[in-house]
């Protein structure tokens, strides 16, 4: 099973600030990597696929990057409906796995 | 506009068989994948299985030998048994919908099943 490794586990920014994600996975998994976003209550919500591919509707102050086994999501200038939950999920392997989680919170 | 809808008991005992339903409106769940995915309270997503239109299924080994999916295309519905529970397995489950195997484009709202005596 890939294992995923987020960092770090809660940031803590003002709105305006540059957020940026990290997400290691335990072996090659190129381009195999989806960023998920999720508030309370609500079911996660992909952001990006592919490591650097926008779904459909997603802001473009959302952008990811990375290759191999180290990914990144960037959220260039926050929002306040940004502050929530983020996932890494890979689809290189089977099962489908999701990293622990960042939560940006408002500093 | 799709819609995703979980359904079925909010309490199940430990040992017992836990029954979920998931019902797609607003399109037809033929040509979809349909995928279980559950969340135990403060912790990540994690991916249960799916359950192609055709009935094949493919599940997470973890789980596989407690989990059954089936899909009934007449109803617009496919659904979730899991069976000989414990307390590990409470969690917001969620059912969910994509064109391929490993995506998930529709979700539903989630549906938290606790187990407990």
């Known amino acids: 099973e890939i294992v995923l490794t987020q960092s770090p586990a809660t940031l803590s920014l003002s709105p305006g600030e540059r957020a940026t994600l990290s997400c290691r996975a335990s072996?090659?998994?190129?381009?195999?990597l989806a960023w998920f976003q999720q508030k309370p209550g609500q079911a996660p919500r992909l952001l990006i696929y592919?490591?650097?591919n926008r779904a459909t509707g997603i802001p473009a102050r959302f952008s990811g990057s990375g290759s191999g086994a180290v990914f990144t999501l960037t959220i260039s200038s926050l929002e306040p409906e940004d502050f929530a939950i983020y996932y890494c999920?890979?689809?290189?392997?089977?099962?489908?796995?999701f990293g622990g989680g960042t939560k940006v919170e408002i500093k | 506009q799709v819609q995703l809808q979980e359904s079925g008991p909010g309490l199940v005992k430990p040992s017992e068989t836990l029954s979920l339903i998931c019902t797609v409106s607003?399109?037809?769940?033929?040509?979809?994948?349909g995928s279980w995915i559950r969340q135990p309270p403060g912790k990540s997503p994690v991916w249960i299985g799916y359950?192609?239109?055709?009935?094949?299924?493919n599940y997470n080994f973890s789980l596989k030998s407690r989990v059954t999916m089936s899909i009934d295309t007449s109803k617009n519905q496919f659904s979730l048994k899991l069976n000989s529970v414990s307390t590990a397995d409470t969690a917001v489950y969620y059912c969910?919908?994509?064109?391929?195997?490993?995506?998930?484009?529709?979700w539903g709202q989630g549906s938290l099943v606790t187990v407990s005596s």
């Open positions: 607003g399109g037809s769940i033929s040509g979809y994948y």
């Open positions: 359950i192609r239109y055709s009935g094949d299924t």
């Open positions: 969910a919908i994509g064109r391929a195997y490993d995506s998930w484009d529709y």
């Open positions: 999920q890979q689809r290189s392997m089977w099962p489908l796995t």
């Open positions: 072996q090659n998994i190129s381009p195999y």
């Open positions: 592919d490591a650097s």
